[in-house]
């Protein structure tokens, strides 16, 4: 086959192919499943062929109070190590076709013997057969995020979705709450029964867990809408999405300055945002002073808190750790503190600060300096 034919019939099974939608939270409970339930009921009622082919309502009362009134393709029952479970039955939602199948976990391991060993690859089976599918999944789940999750966590999620089936999504939804709210959910016996709260209290649901998590969820909810823009648009009406970077010093009262300007002008371009810390060797571990590291910690937790991805790097090159952050996260504004130096500094610093200027203008990126 010619590349104009391959192209041609590509271009065909993606039209054929079932739209996608995948609600994200960053941990059980924040209500993904709800979310979905109530939007096939909206569906149905908008004479949409809806039908669930599996839900997990971990007998959450409200959950499971959704269910009543939406079609339920039956699961498939087996039996494993001597107990009898149940199981998408992938066939069963073909050969029916629906218009849209509620399809929930999508990291879920199936069970041995079933045709494929995950979820997410009956989805796909799924989507080429031409049916549309909303689906959920927890930001531990998320291959690429394997690493930080773990860190954050200490836990070792074995069950992970690919980044490409994200990538694959049409619409991607974060499902968000605060860190109080999920709390207080789970105190109320909403998420787990009582007899588990005080241990999950003691282990994932931490306050500063959980702030971490929502921050990879609403980052990894970002990505894809920045992806969607940039594959969506066309070639000459994309726009470079604004992405700012706060280059940091450990000047406390200046960094944490210029932190809380560049959230704000994030906020207002509802842009990523990163906030950079270039450790020289006279700021090594060994050589900085106690209050000065305790102040830098500070800074970037407060960072971490308004939104920003916090980079740390060694060198002892700052402006070239700067453009090579401004390249690899495609940062479209540097944001620094107005320089607060005595005559002496101004000589010996001036030419590093307009090698910088000199660079960032050859990138085509813009430099606020704040003051």
């Not at 107990?83 to 199936?110: S, Y």
């Not at 959920?136 to 930080?148: G, K, R």
């Not at 992970?160 to 974060?174: F, G, H, T």
């Given at each position: 086959?010619?590349?104009?034919?391959?192209?041609?019939?590509?271009?065909?099974?993606?039209?054929?192919?079932?739209?996608?939608?995948?609600?994200?939270?960053?941990?059980?409970?924040?209500?993904?499943?709800?979310?979905?339930?109530?939007?096939?009921?909206?569906?149905?009622?908008?004479?949409?062929?809806?039908?669930?082919?599996?839900?997990?309502?971990?007998?959450?009362?409200?959950?499971?109070?959704?269910?009543?009134?939406?079609?339920?393709?039956?699961?498939?029952?087996?039996?494993?190590?001597?107990?009898?479970?149940?199981?998408?039955?992938?066939?069963?939602?073909?050969?029916?076709?629906?218009?849209?199948?509620?399809?929930?976990?999508?990291?879920?391991?199936?069970?041995?013997?079933?045709?494929?060993?995950?979820?997410?690859?009956?989805?796909?089976?799924?989507?080429?057969?031409?049916?549309?599918?909303?689906?959920?999944?927890?930001?531990?789940?998320?291959?690429?995020?394997?690493?930080?999750?773990?860190?954050?966590?200490?836990?070792?999620?074995?069950?992970?979705?690919?980044?490409?089936?994200?990538?694959?999504?049409?619409?991607?939804?974060?499902?968000?709450?605060?860190?109080?709210?999920?709390?207080?959910?789970?105190?109320?016996?909403?998420?787990?029964?009582?007899?588990?709260?005080?241990?999950?209290?003691?282990?994932?649901?931490?306050?500063?867990?959980?702030?971490?998590?929502?921050?990879?969820?609403?980052?990894?909810?970002?990505?894809?809408?920045?992806?969607?823009?940039?594959?969506?648009?066309?070639?000459?009406s994309k726009a470079k999405p604004e992405r700012f970077l706060a280059a940091i010093s450990s000047n406390h009262e200046i960094a944490r300055h210029?932190?809380?300007?560049?959230?704000?002008?994030?906020?207002?371009?509802?842009?990523?945002?990163?906030?950079?810390?270039?450790?020289?060797?006279?700021?090594?571990?060994?050589?900085?002073?106690?209050?000065?590291?305790?102040?830098?910690?500070?800074?970037?937790?407060l960072a971490t808190e308004l939104g920003a991805e916090v980079i740390q790097v060694k060198s002892n090159n700052i402006v070239n750790s700067i453009m090579d952050e401004v390249e690899k996260r495609n940062v479209t504004t540097?944001?620094?503190?107005?320089?607060?130096?005595?005559?002496?500094?101004?000589?010996?610093?001036?030419?590093?600060?307009?090698?910088?200027?000199?660079?960032?203008?050859?990138?085509?990126?813009?430099?606020?300096?704040?003051?």
């Amino acid at each position: 086959m010619n590349q104009s034919a391959e192209h041609f019939l590509n271009l065909l099974r993606q039209s054929r192919r079932g739209k996608f939608k995948v609600y994200i939270g960053m941990s059980a409970g924040v209500g993904k499943s709800y979310r979905m339930l109530q939007e096939a009921h909206a569906l149905l009622r908008a004479g949409i062929d809806v039908k669930i082919g599996f839900i997990e309502t971990h007998n959450r009362a409200e959950t499971q109070a959704l269910v009543d009134g939406l079609p339920i393709i039956p699961r498939r029952r087996l039996f494993y190590k001597g107990r009898e479970l149940d199981e998408l039955d992938l066939q069963a939602v073909i050969n029916l076709h629906p218009e849209l199948v509620i399809v929930d976990e999508l990291a879920h391991t199936n069970i041995p013997g079933s045709k494929n060993e995950k979820r997410w690859q009956d989805v796909v089976e799924i989507l080429d057969a031409g049916i549309n599918v909303i689906s959920a999944v927890n930001i531990q789940h998320i291959e690429s995020l394997y690493q930080a999750v773990r860190t954050i966590t200490s836990i070792d999620v074995t069950e992970r979705v690919p980044d490409r089936i994200l990538q694959m999504a049409d619409e991607v939804v974060n499902i968000d709450l605060t860190a109080d709210e999920l709390i207080t959910r789970l105190k109320d016996g909403k998420i787990y029964d009582q007899a588990k709260v005080n241990t999950a209290l003691n282990n994932f649901f931490q306050p500063e867990r959980i702030l971490q998590l929502r921050e990879l969820a609403l980052r990894e909810v970002a990505t894809a809408v920045e992806r969607k823009i940039e594959t969506s648009l066309p070639t000459n009406s994309k726009a470079k999405p604004e992405r700012f970077l706060a280059a940091i010093s450990s000047n406390h009262e200046i960094a944490r300055h210029v932190i809380r300007k560049t959230a704000r002008l994030a906020a207002y371009y509802n842009s990523r945002w990163f906030v950079l810390y270039v450790q020289t060797p006279a700021e090594s571990s060994d050589r900085i002073k106690l209050d000065v590291q305790r102040h830098l910690i500070n800074n970037l937790k407060l960072a971490t808190e308004l939104g920003a991805e916090v980079i740390q790097v060694k060198s002892n090159n700052i402006v070239n750790s700067i453009m090579d952050e401004v390249e690899k996260r495609n940062v479209t504004t540097v944001c620094i503190g107005k320089p607060h130096l005595t005559l002496i500094q101004i000589i010996l610093r001036t030419s590093a600060f307009n090698q910088l200027l000199t660079k960032l203008s050859g990138s085509h990126t813009d430099l606020i300096i704040l003051s």
